[in-house]
């Protein structure tokens, strides 16, 4: 704890930037000694200006309570730079973050063939589609998946990990009580949500282009679906560059904008990829004992899903046109209205199913009932959702789609 509150008090300093706290933690060694610095030696460190040294000489340890007290609240972990968990390869980069919190399981990511999936907001269905198909393949042959989690590409990528049973790490561009939605929550069951910034942060909109340097960070190569000439997808790429990372792209259709940007990327040498091999099989012999090619088709709920849905949006929108039909039932109380996927549904997902009271369900009451892994669990019940044999609710909760007379 002692050594701690220095690392939240660099990590929380407001109005230091990115930059600043790096070569704080370059010239003194560890958040500690730079806190116990001679007076005047902020305004010193080169790459810091007089109004961040001003911030940095108050030395304030005010909110360190706050900010731990939060951290127990919403079930964040604080990994420092002098953490055994502490990715190596984020570390070399120009500046790193001093802490991350971090919700959910934290894998050793020095040991892992981690992908960042990044790409417009404004995807198409072709964006969406190839997202999903090619986090999905990452994680069948080995890897895992970075993304920032916003709508379109990203959100896409890491619901294709999630579909794979794979895992996925979405970096945030915020304080972690500003990214709720049931995403986060799923990535968290599977991997883990990271932010540099500590709770009760203000966000500001550089947040987003800092957050950047650590997706490419914590990946070994990125992946490009889908960017305009001119977007923060090739600010990304930009970033990855820098950091020595392998860059990937998806082509995309000559005469749409939307391709623009990553058409450019392959015409600047960029590996052109179709499949999520295409990308893995850059690092087999790197991950020789993790990466290899899988023989597994991508599963038909996948297939489905990436085709409808739409092309904004972290979540799938129910078809209006879904007709729901009245099927006859024992005692005639209740009337599940999609019978015939039903009938397809797997052992362990029926167990699921059968787990779901007539009111919502807590996610966590059906992983205690079902005896089945939690990861397993959210995995299943995403697939159904799509497939509209459940629909979630807030509070964490499931419900089956049905019908009362």
């Given at each position: 704890m002692s050594a701690l509150k220095y690392w939240i008090w660099l990590s929380s300093a407001e109005g230091v930037s990115v930059r600043a706290r790096a070569e704080l933690i370059r010239r003194f060694g560890d958040a500690e000694s730079a806190f116990f610095a001679p007076a005047g030696s902020f305004a010193a460190t080169e790459g810091i200006s007089p109004a961040e040294a001003a911030v940095l000489e108050k030395r304030e340890l005010g909110r360190v309570s706050e900010i731990l007290g939060d951290c127990e609240a919403q079930g964040l972990s604080v990994v420092t730079m002098q953490d055994a968990l502490y990715p190596k390869r984020l570390k070399a980069i120009w500046a790193p973050p001093p802490v991350l919190y971090v919700k959910g399981r934290l894998p050793q990511l020095d040991d892992e063939a981690a992908i960042a999936v990044v790409g417009t907001r404004s995807a198409s269905p072709y964006g969406i589609k190839m997202a999903r198909q090619i986090a999905g393949e990452i994680c069948r042959c080995g890897g895992m998946v970075v993304s920032g989690l916003t709508n379109g590409v990203d959100a896409a990528a890491a619901t294709g990990a999630l579909y794979a049973d794979g895992v996925c790490i979405g970096v945030l561009g915020t304080a972690h009580e500003q990214q709720e939605s049931e995403l986060s929550y799923d990535v968290c069951q599977r991997g883990a949500l990271v932010s540099e910034y500590a709770p009760g942060t203000r966000s500001l909109k550089s947040f987003f282009r800092d957050r950047n340097r650590i997706s490419a960070g914590l990946s070994v190569g990125t992946v490009a679906i889908e960017a305009p000439e001119k977007s923060g997808t090739l600010l990304f790429v930009a970033e990855a560059l820098e950091q020595g990372r392998e860059i990937f792209a998806v082509p995309g259709n000559a005469d749409a904008s939307g391709c623009r940007g990553t058409n450019q990327l392959l015409k600047d040498g960029a590996t052109p990829v179709t499949c999520g091999w295409d990308v893995m099989r850059e690092f087999a012999a790197r991950y020789p004992n993790k990466v290899k090619r899988s023989a597994e088709p991508v599963?038909?709920?996948?297939?489905?899903?990436?085709?409808?849905?739409?092309?904004?949006?972290?979540?799938?929108?129910?078809?209006?046109?879904?007709?729901?039909?009245?099927?006859?039932?024992?005692?005639?109380?209740?009337?599940?209205?999609?019978?015939?996927?039903?009938?397809?549904?797997?052992?362990?997902?029926?167990?699921?199913?059968?787990?779901?009271?007539?009111?919502?369900?807590?996610?966590?009451?059906?992983?205690?009932?079902?005896?089945?892994?939690?990861?397993?669990?959210?995995?299943?019940?995403?697939?159904?959702?799509?497939?509209?044999?459940?629909?979630?609710?807030?509070?964490?909760?499931?419900a089956l789609n049905v019908q009362r007379r």
């Open positions: 599963p038909a709920a996948d297939r489905s899903a990436a085709a409808a849905l739409p092309p904004r949006g972290d979540s799938p929108e129910k078809n209006p046109e879904d007709a729901k039909k009245e099927i006859d039932k024992k005692n005639g109380a209740e009337y599940i209205d999609l019978r015939d996927q039903l009938a397809s549904l797997s052992e362990t997902q029926l167990k699921i199913v059968s787990a779901i009271d007539k009111e919502p369900t807590h996610i966590d009451d059906i992983v205690e009932r079902t005896g089945l892994g939690a990861a397993t669990v959210l995995t299943q019940l995403t697939v159904m959702t799509v497939r509209g044999v459940v629909r979630r609710v807030p509070g964490n909760r499931v």
